[in-house]
C-alpha cells in the first residue's frame, strides 16, 4: 500500500506564490522519479515538472523560470515552489510517484490539490 499526500494548494492573487508537498508513505522500496502533473476541467493532465532521484529535473515551457522542483529522499516528500502565479496557471495539481514495492514497480497518484489563482 502506497500513499501520496498533497498539500499546500489554496487561493492566491496573480503574482504571488504557493508551495506545495507531497509525501509518499507505505511499504516503499525506492522511488524513482517524482512529479507534478496539472489538470483543468474538461482537459488532459499535462506535466508541470519531474525530478529523478539523482534531481535531473524537466520543466513544462510554461512554468520555467517561475517554478522549482525538489525533493527529500530522506522523507519521500517533493516540492514545487510555485512563483509569479498567473491565472492561467489555476488547476488542480496532482502528485506522481514512479517506485518500487519490494520488485514490483508501478506509478502512483495523489489525490490532487486545488490551485486557484485570481486576476
Known amino acids: 500500500q502506497v500513499q501520496l499526500v498533497e498539500s499546500g494548494g489554496g487561493l492566491v492573487q496573480a503574482g504571488g506564490s504557493l508551495r506545495l508537498s507531497c509525501a509518499a508513505s507505505g511499504s516503499i522500496s525506492s522511488i524513482n522519479s517524482m512529479g507534478w502533473y496539472r489538470q483543468t476541467p474538461g482537459k488532459q493532465r499535462d506535466m508541470v515538472a519531474t525530478?529523478?532521484?539523482?534531481?535531473?529535473?524537466n520543466y513544462a515551457d510554461s512554468v520555467k523560470g517561475r517554478f522549482t522542483i525538489s525533493r527529500d529522499n530522506a522523507k519521500n516528500t517533493v516540492y514545487l515552489q510555485m512563483n509569479s502565479l498567473k491565472p492561467e496557471d489555476t488547476a488542480v495539481y496532482y502528485c506522481?510517484?514512479?517506485?518500487?514495492?519490494?520488485?514490483?514497480?508501478?506509478?502512483?497518484w495523489g489525490q490532487g490539490t486545488q490551485v486557484t489563482v485570481s486576476s
Open positions: 506522481k510517484a514512479s517506485l518500487f514495492l519490494g520488485l514490483a514497480g508501478g506509478d502512483y
Open positions: 525530478i529523478t532521484s539523482r534531481g535531473s529535473t
